[in-house]
């Protein structure tokens, strides 16, 4: 089962509000990642964790947080939403492969 | 720092003509390149992969790409294209940095649009 999933598909949020998203494996990789996906752009990695050190982006630093608390899951945590926050967000974990899971489209307003 | 290029923003096929989407990429040292795949409200899937040695590697659903050293490309082939085959293309490139740990970079992407 190479399953990633992700919770919830959609979430609206308001301006200022805090936004919590949700990924899980059951594959035993060692390493999860999260990406944000905006329209006609690449995928851009935030952060990852390998085994329980978290690795965050040098320019994505101070927007993201995240946790890990077991293997098998992994969730991304925006203190204060703005308007630049509306993206799809991918979990991917990974093997020898990345194997990414549906996204959650957030639209914050 | 590495980097991926796809010149094409979207491209459009006849069903049952070949296809070729393009990927250039930037990396200093041997790269690890990927096709993946993102269906309509699906995420993304891998296609192929490739690991230094073939210089042509197949993949899922008679796709396959060929790396080129000397023109630093990873170009995505299919002899005959099925409407099924409606996506967006992503290229990418990694560097490895051993075991499950390692970053990928990835291109804009390219919309395959099939045409009757």
């Known amino acids: 089962d190479t399953t990633v999933k992700q919770n919830p598909r959609y979430k609206l949020a308001r301006v200022g509000k805090p936004v919590n998203l949700i990924c899980s494996q059951t594959m035993n990789h060692d390493t999860m990642y999260w990406y944000q996906k905006k329209p006609n752009q690449a995928p851009k990695l935030l952060l990852f964790?390998?085994?329980?050190?978290?690795?965050r982006e040098a320019d994505t630093f101070e927007k993201f947080q995240s946790s890990r608390p077991n293997n098998s899951f992994c969730s991304l945590y925006i203190g204060s939403a703005g308007l630049e926050y509306s993206a799809m967000y991918l979990c991917?974990?990974?093997?020898?492969?990345?194997?990414f899971g549906p996204g959650t489209r957030l639209t914050v307003l | 720092a590495q980097s991926v290029t796809q010149p094409d923003a979207r491209v459009t096929v006849s069903e049952g003509a070949s296809l070729q989407l393009r990927c250039k990429y930037s990396y200093f040292g041997t790269p690890y390149l990927f096709w993946y795949v993102q269906y309509p409200r699906q995420g993304l899937q891998l296609l192929l992969k490739?690991?230094?040695?073939?210089?042509v590697v197949q993949g899922v659903n008679g796709f396959e790409a060929e790396f080129s050293k000397s023109n630093s490309s990873f170009h995505l082939r299919k002899a005959s294209v099925h409407w099924s085959d409606w996506a967006v293309y992503f290229c990418?490139?990694?560097?490895?940095?051993?075991?499950?740990?390692?970053?990928?970079?990835f291109g804009k992407g390219t919309l395959l649009t099939v045409t009757p």
């Open positions: 991917a974990s990974a093997g020898y492969e990345q194997y």
């Open positions: 490739y690991y230094p040695g073939d210089p």
């Open positions: 990418a490139v990694s560097m490895h940095s051993g075991g499950s740990n390692y970053k990928l970079t």
């Open positions: 964790y390998y085994d329980k050190i978290l690795n």
